[in-house]
């Protein structure tokens, strides 16, 4: 099946630590993207790349961080710094980054929460 | 920076009622227009997209959008709708020209009571 995975589904923090967020998509797409979706707040942009080795900051970047090493991977890490980072993260991808006519298809999500 | 209202957070019809759903944007410049479902416990999934020319747009499960420029508009629409259309609604701007993230809507969310 093609699609985009997120790992794992839910996904607990203590105080202080760092948590890194999978996402694996086996549909060949060279952008990437991650949100985070609060209720009553929609989604909003962490990061997003559009070519591996590469990414840029969303409109809430401040306490996260990526990597995009390979085509197919692009994990979130919440830092320590984020104060508030119960939510529900998405990734996801599209075809062809620097085409603004790619939809973008979502996975599944991961929930963290923060103990 | 462009921004989306949706203006219903919560709406609920009876089945076989009509549905519009409103949707504005603040970018000026070229954008392209999508309406997302996230149906409960399942991905957020693309509804119906517009880029560029018939402004009225036909997705699946019946829905329609129709792209209005002049008053920066996107407005969901379904003549009938069904129990299985109880979920939650976002509308979502990309202007023209850069593949960066959504900008999308808070959502509005639809319960259709049988």
């Known amino acids: 099946d093609g699609g985009i995975t997120q790992s794992p589904k839910y996904l607990f923090r203590k105080e202080g630590q760092n948590v890194t967020l999978s996402c694996e998509q086996n549909l060949n797409h060279d952008a990437m993207y991650w949100y985070r979706q609060d209720p009553g707040q929609g989604l909003r942009l962490i990061y997003y790349s559009q070519i591996v080795n590469d990414f840029q900051k969303g409109d809430i970047a401040e306490g996260y961080s990526v990597s995009r090493e390979k085509k197919e991977s692009f994990p979130l890490t919440v830092t320590s710094a984020q104060k508030n980072p119960t939510a529900f993260y998405l990734c996801a991808s599209s075809l062809a980054g620097g085409s603004f006519q790619e939809t973008q298809y979502f996975g599944p999500g991961t929930r963290l929460l923060v103990l | 920076a462009q921004s989306v209202s949706q203006h219903n957070h919560h709406v609920i019809l009876s089945e076989a009622a009509s549905l519009e759903l409103g949707c504005n944007y603040s970018?000026?410049?070229?954008?392209?227009l999508f309406w997302y479902v996230q149906y409960p416990g399942q991905h957020l999934q693309l509804l119906l997209k517009y880029f560029s020319g018939d402004p009225l747009v036909k997705g699946i499960k019946g829905f329609e959008a129709e792209f209005i420029k002049s008053k920066f508009s996107f407005n969901l629409r379904k003549p009938s709708v069904q129990w299985s259309d109880t979920a939650e609604y976002f509308c979502?701007?990309?202007?023209?020209?850069?593949?960066?993230?959504?900008?999308f809507g808070k959502g509005t969310h639809l319960i259709i009571q049988p």
């Open positions: 979502a701007v990309i202007p023209g020209g850069g593949a960066d993230g959504l900008t």
């Open positions: 970018y000026g410049g070229t954008v392209n």
